[in-house]
């Protein structure tokens, strides 16, 4: 479902400075061609810098600074360039940034009580703001859309490295797996099912349900507050939860329903617009002795077909892994801690440990036997590992390492494109700052002119 936090007291503390500040004189302390830069705007930057749980460091507002410069000359160039956003970009932006300050509040009222002004307000507030800094990201992005990078180039960066600064790498391993998780027959749920229906029976008649809430959901995220999820939009609950949310009338009860939760019944407290105010009461569904059992039965099967090499290891994972995020790539695990690049090689402490442990003996090629593994959404399942490949810790070299010197090779190409197109836009546009910013480290480039 959707985890609400508690009041977050650095919320509180950086919306009172936010609007402390709000009321002292602005002033002017930069330009930048035919666009200014208040005080105001670097305080509210500033304030959400604190917002996001950052400690107090007055030297951050030279940064920021620093970013609404170069803000500033990149959207001056998407006027040029016809570089536009859509209205319903920015929209979406906005209504995403809420349901983040949403979320760190503990739920609508609590944010609105904080910013003394409606959400409708502050998003009209901010949507200028949010609107330039979508033109500047696709300025940015039209900048070094044509920028690649050639295997010659990759050599000649990497030769250009001197040989005491190369990089040292950990071990790393290529693991795919195939998962398998039991799946309950209808009677098999039906227990469940009787709970939280037995508990809806009870609200029907008459017992408080926020304390059924408290005392029995399975909700970490809202049963302390009783049941309650604040206010949210169609996007924010899956889609079983969202339907019966935004069709039912305010204090109307749900049915029981089922997700990939559990069983659930809800409440609607309130409708705001596109937002509504729900609580609800959540039984999960445990796997039963039976069920674990046939997924194990289920999982060894296929493993006794890939071992025997009836079936390829990436077609067995595509046709019956139950793990989403690795089924469509063939089995293989990619490295969390590296999204961009989307690389299958993991530093071996990066592993989870019950996968290190299986493959920790194991030869490049192998399958482990399944083994039982508990998911990080809490989920008990089934599963055996595939290592494809493994180095051991080593100073970066370009045979083994290409696809990260690669990687290295471009950021570098792409951050001298970058520098050269802005240093050209300097030398042709007038800038001013403020003395009070003058000495900043940050901003020496920009003050020099």
């Keep these: 479902m959707k985890k609400i936090s508690g009041i977050i007291i650095v919320l509180l503390a950086s919306v009172n400075v936010l609007f402390a500040q709000s009321t002292t004189i602005n002033k002017i302390v930069a330009v930048v061609g035919d666009n200014i830069i208040l005080q105001s705007d670097i305080e509210r930057e500033y304030s959400n810098y604190i917002l996001q749980g950052n400690p107090q460091n007055p030297e951050v507002k030279c940064q920021v600074l620093q970013q609404m410069l170069t803000q500033k ?6 006027v040029i360039d016809s570089v536009t956003v859509t209205d319903d970009e920015v929209t979406n932006e906005v209504d995403r940034r809420m349901r983040v300050f949403v979320q760190r509040a503990g739920g609508q009222e609590r944010l609105e009580q904080f910013l003394n002004r409606s959400v409708i307000q502050y998003k009209d507030e901010i949507r200028p703001d949010v609107r330039e800094q979508l033109v500047a990201n696709k300025m940015h992005s039209k900048i070094t859309e044509n920028v690649g990078i050639t295997p010659l180039e990759v050599k000649r960066y990497f030769e250009s490295i001197p040989k005491d600064s190369l990089p040292e790498y950990n071990a790393e391993v290529e ?3 195939v998962v398998a998780y039991p799946k309950l027959t209808k009677a098999e749920k039906e227990s469940f099912k009787n709970k939280a229906e037995a508990l809806r029976a009870r609200v029907k008649a008459g017992e408080d349900f926020a304390t059924l809430a408290r005392l029995y959901s399975e909700d970490p995220g809202s049963a302390a507050e009783g049941g309650d999820l604040g206010f949210f939009d169609r996007t924010a609950m899956v889609k079983e939860f969202s339907a019966l949310a935004f069709k039912l009338k305010a204090n109307e009860l749900s049915q029981v329903f089922e997700s990939d939760f559990g069983f659930h019944f809800l409440q609607v407290l309130e409708r705001r617009g596109e937002q509504v105010r729900a609580r609800h009461i959540l039984i999960k569904i445990e796997p039963t002795a039976a069920s674990l059992e046939r997924a194990r039965l289920h999982i060894d099967s ?11 290891f990436s077609t067995a994972a595509s046709l019956y892994s139950d793990n989403n995020d690795t089924k469509y790539n063939g089995g293989m695990i990619m490295n969390a801690e590296n999204v961009q690049s989307r690389t299958t090689y993991i530093p071996t402490d990066k ?7 299986a493959i920790d003996t194991m030869k490049v090629g192998k399958y482990s036997k399944p083994f039982p593994f508990t998911a990080r ?17 080593h100073k970066a070299s370009l045979d083994k390492d290409f696809p990260k010197i690669k990687e290295i090779a471009f950021d570098d190409k792409v951050g001298r494109t970058v520098s050269e197109w802005f240093e050209k836009r300097r030398e042709s546009t007038y800038i001013k700052i403020d003395p009070e910013y003058q000495s900043c480290s940050d901003l020496s480039m920009w003050v020099s002119k």
């Design 73 to 78: 000359l990149l959207t001056q160039q998407a």
């Design 175 to 177: 693991v795919g797996e």
């Design 302 to 312: 296929i493993y006794q077909s890939v071992a025997a090499k009836k079936i390829p």
């Design 351 to 357: 592993l989870d440990p019950t996968i290190f442990f």
């Design 377 to 393: 959404d809490g989920k008990k399942g089934y599963r055996f590992v595939y290592l494809k490949s493994k180095t051991e810790p």
